[in-house]
């Protein structure tokens, strides 16, 4: 067999930064079977070159030649532009990755400690109000603009099963679900009851995980406030986005967290934060979350050795806090951070 893995860095920092999880990858590919790497375009600048920002060629080939991929980010406008949308929004429903899994863990000086943040954050990935069916009318008022946020049993029931599932899998197993359903009582009513529903279609397999709830707002409070309250954190898709940039604020940076998107047979890797226009080109990118995107790809595709190697491997890089980016208060480049991680990876 052989492990044929697609890159798309698309633009910005995610060029910077895919090939340090490429080197990563690489480091340890005598755990791993023969790699091959294929490179695949997607992003704004592919559109503004080609007029599609998600060619069908890369679709394609992720689909017949590819059994994973990483993802670097794109740089989406906030205005709206004709023709223009989100490739990798597209990709998580082309491929049906239902499942985007990031998970927040500090590190410090004191390995001996249990991390003091140590949470997963388990995002639902394909509905909410990321279908984006958006309406603009002008009425006598003024203009009225109108989104639809769908919720289905289905993806809210396959999203808490994996949330289940990796809650049992830890040491606390301790499942949060995220909601607003004091106000949005239908939509996240739904997505609150078919999550609770999985133990019971489940034959008392999750009979051990410890069921909490939480509104979205109060969860933010709480998450500043008193993060290790949290072990696994189920939300649906805009939540679950907001609520995984709060909690890399916790332990330092976007530049460290890394995300699957994973579906029940395609997993793509993705550095949480996004193309990062205000240092892109400069070197400086914290290339962590990419490598970290990798071992967790490995991990899901069942590569653990390789993948703990990778990890241990950064966590010797973040503890003695010595060759950093900027974004975490070092003065490295991306090139220094990523040699550092390679160098302490070769001796494992
Ligand atoms: P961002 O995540 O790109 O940047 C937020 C802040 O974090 C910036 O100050 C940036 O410099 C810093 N940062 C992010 N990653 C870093 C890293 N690896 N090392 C050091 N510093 C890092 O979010 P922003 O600015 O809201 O969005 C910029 C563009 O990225 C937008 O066009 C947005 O649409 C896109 N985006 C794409 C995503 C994706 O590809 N999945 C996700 C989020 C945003
Ligand atoms: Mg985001």
Redesign the pocket.
């Known amino acids: 067999s052989s492990l044929t893995i697609g890159l798309i860095p698309?633009d910005?920092?995610?060029r910077e930064?895919i090939p340090a999880a490429k080197e990563a990858i690489l480091a340890v590919q005598s755990e791993l079977p023969p790699v091959k790497f294929i490179d695949l375009l997607a992003g704004w600048d592919t559109f503004t070159r080609t007029g599609t920002a998600l060619p069908s060629e890369t679709v394609q080939i992720l689909k017949d030649e590819c059994d994973c991929a990483l993802?670097?980010?794109?740089?989406?406008?906030?205005r709206k532009v004709a023709g223009y949308s989100?490739p990798?929004v597209a990709l998580r429903k082309e491929l049906d990755l239902y499942a985007n899994i990031r998970p927040v863990v500090s590190v410090s000086a004191d390995t001996t400690a249990p991390p003091a943040v140590d949470l997963i954050v388990v995002r639902e990935n394909t509905e909410c109000l990321y279908v984006k069916e958006e309406t603009l009318t002008q009425t006598e008022r003024g203009k009225e603009a109108r989104a639809t946020r769908l919720i289905t049993e289905r993806a809210s029931t396959r999203i808490g099963k994996i949330a289940f599932e990796l809650a049992k899998a830890r040491p606390r197993k301790l499942l949060h679900i995220i909601h607003k359903s004091n106000v949005l009582s239908v939509t996240d009513g739904l997505f609150r009851e078919s999550v609770r529903a999985v133990p019971a279609a489940s034959d008392g397999q999750f009979d051990q995980v410890d069921i909490q709830e939480q509104l979205v707002d109060s969860a933010v409070y709480r998450l500043f406030r008193e993060p290790e309250i949290f072990d696994v954190m189920v939300a649906p898709n805009l939540y679950g986005d907001i609520i995984s940039d709060a909690a890399a604020a916790l332990v330092g940076?976007?530049?460290v967290i890394p995300s699957i998107n994973a579906g029940d047979d395609f997993v793509m890797g993705?550095?949480?934060?996004?193309?990062?226009?205000?240092?892109a080109g400069k070197g400086?990118?914290?290339?962590i979350?990419s490598i970290r995107s990798a071992a967790l790809m490995l991990r899901h595709l069942g590569y653990t050795s390789p993948a703990d190697k990778i990890d241990e491997a950064v966590n010797e890089t973040l503890a003695p806090a010595q060759v950093l980016?900027?974004?975490l208060g070092g003065k490295s480049s991306t090139s220094q951070v990523t040699a550092h991680v390679m160098g302490l990876l070769q001796k494992k």
């Open positions: 698309a910005g920092i995610g930064v993802f670097g980010s794109v740089s989406s406008p906030s989100s990798i940076s976007l530049g993705e550095p949480v934060h996004g193309s990062a226009p205000d240092i400086i990118a914290n290339p979350a980016t900027a974004d």
